[in-house]
């Protein structure tokens, strides 16, 4: 099961207002909420563990290098979080939510991490069973006093937007996800990578770099 979409590449990105966040070098990871259980899963893209201590274990040994997860997660995200889904009337119509983290450190890269690096849980997308995502201006007002990617921009998606983000002009070390949308079905995402991190790729990966790619 994948857990999270596949996100396509700045070729598909439609025409339309969008909010572009700092696209962080981490790796992706889920949490499933529900109202009468708080959290009681996670995992990857495309597995999904008890948050047990056994589940924790099961976990740790599907991935290597993760074990700070589920800890730091538990320490610094799942409280505040828990409360906002239970006492904002936005989530009182769920029973079900998934939230998606980046799970990085600083010298985090192309989804490997730096033992002994103090790790994040940063909180980029809400779920809700029965309607879809949370559309990218509710997270920012809902969610985004929590820890987070920065909002880069908001306005019109322009080919000169995207391109003067694959020069570095925004300040991002691997580039942006521009999402779009009213929430629910209509959300659209799409990311932009810099020249600089597709140089650092080709350095790293040699032929293998598109692996990590748009």
């Known amino acids: 099961m994948l857990h999270y979409p596949k996100m396509p590449g700045s070729d598909a990105a439609p025409i339309g207002r969008c909010v572009a966040f700092d696209k ?33 274990a099961e976990f740790n040994a599907a991935h290597p290098g993760l074990e700070e997860a589920a800890p730091v997660f538990l320490a610094t995200t799942a409280e505040p979080l828990d409360a906002i889904l239970r006492e904002h009337a936005n ?4 029973t079900s939510i998934k939230v998606f983290t980046e799970f990085l ?29 949370v559309s990218p201006t509710q997270f920012v ?26 020069e570095g002009k ?4 691997e580039g942006v996800v521009c999402k779009g949308g009213s929430g629910g079905g209509d959300v659209w995402m799409v990311k932009v990578k810099t020249y600089a991190y597709l140089t650092r790729l080709k350095a790293t990966f040699g032929t ?6 748009e």
């Open 91 to 94: 989530y009182s119509p769920f």
């Open 24 to 56: 962080l070098d981490g790796t992706n990871l889920h949490w499933c909420w529900e109202r009468d259980f708080s959290w009681h899963a996670f995992g990857s893209r495309r597995d999904e563990f008890n948050l047990t201590e056994a589940g924790t």
């Open 208 to 213: 293998r770099w598109q692996d990590y790619w």
């Open 105 to 133: 450190g600083p010298n985090s890269f192309a989804g490997a991490h730096k033992p002994g690096d103090q790790k994040q849980t940063l909180l980029f997308d809400v779920w809700a069973e029965g309607y879809g995502f």
């Open 170 to 173: 925004y300040g991002v070390a």
């Open 141 to 166: 007002a809902d969610f985004g006093h929590l820890p987070s990617p920065r909002v880069v921009y908001t306005g019109k998606l322009t080919g000169a937007f995207l391109e003067a983000v694959r």
